[in-house]
């Protein structure tokens, strides 16, 4: 009897839980219906058209080239910002003085909300007014269009995401070097291997699934950062910035054909998961290597 109440107690607890994730499911499957409908705003009657959205997309040029510029974005960002994390885990074990005065700060752009990163810099990238204009002047370099220029404005929004997220990776990362068995570290050195030695052939190699978990994270943000994008660019220049959210965003809302932007979105979606479980399978690579 006991073992009954016991039992549906447990039941009863996870019930909510179960419930949110059929909502999402719902919502998410509801959108994939979507995909293959007509629906437009102000049109009477809602018809299955099959695959005709993504026979549209294939044939347009513009989805192409948002798809390279959501893969570039992508890779870049996440990249950089694995490099920059585990440089600056790396000084942030150490007893360098500057280490203790930036560990606090660095955390800063993850409290911000991303639409006030993205107002704050385009501000500061102003090409008239802007402060980072201001200080090139003062050693002589001209002034520079960041995000108002074809040719620069994709890296100034990677810029942008990189200050943004790097912190997310750097404590993460930095975590995970604070594991690292010391003992194995004082052997290496005993046995007369330098600091880069140690570094590369110890410590990183422990840092990696760090670094890679991290990773899986980033890919799925980056793949769908929208917030960014549309306060700072709204994928202009020429659309020089048009990722996918963007692209899924003018469809839906601007064009207000909501079939074609959520068929984006899915498209988008298969990206995102193919990202991830590449990235799943290289962390649990390197997760049997220090295992």
Known sequence: MNQSKENSLKNFLILPSVLVLLCFLFVFFYGV???????????????????????????????WKSTKLTIYFTLVS??????????????????????????????????????????????????ERGVLNYFLSLIGIEPFMWISQYSTAMLSVIFIDVWTYTPFFTLIIY???????????????????GAW????KIELPFMMPYVLIAAVFRIIESFNQFDI????????????????SIYGYIQSFQNLNFGRGTAILFVNWWLVLIGALITIKLYQMARKRVS
Request: one cysteine or more; aromatic letters at 14%.
């Open 78 to 127: 996440v990249v950089t910002q694995a490099f920059i994390g585990v440089l600056l885990a790396k000084l942030f074990s150490t007893k360098v003085f500057c280490a203790k005065i930036f560990r606090p700060i660095i955390l800063l752009p993850l409290v911000l909300p991303p639409m006030s990163v993205a107002l704050m810099w385009t501000t500061m990238m102003n090409p």
């Open 229 to 244: 994008f549309i306060g700072t660019t709204g994928g202009g220049p020429a659309k020089a910035t048009t990722v996918y």
């Open 175 to 193: 975590a995970g070097l604070l594991g690292v068995n010391q003992e194995i570290k004082e052997a290496a050195q005993e046995a007369g291997a």
């Open 197 to 200: 030695i140690t570094f590369w």
């Open 33 to 63: 219906y979507l995909s293959f409908t007509d629906l437009k705003l102000g049109k009477p009657t809602v018809n299955f058209s099959g695959f005709k959205n993504y026979i549209y997309l294939w044939k347009n040029p513009l989805f």
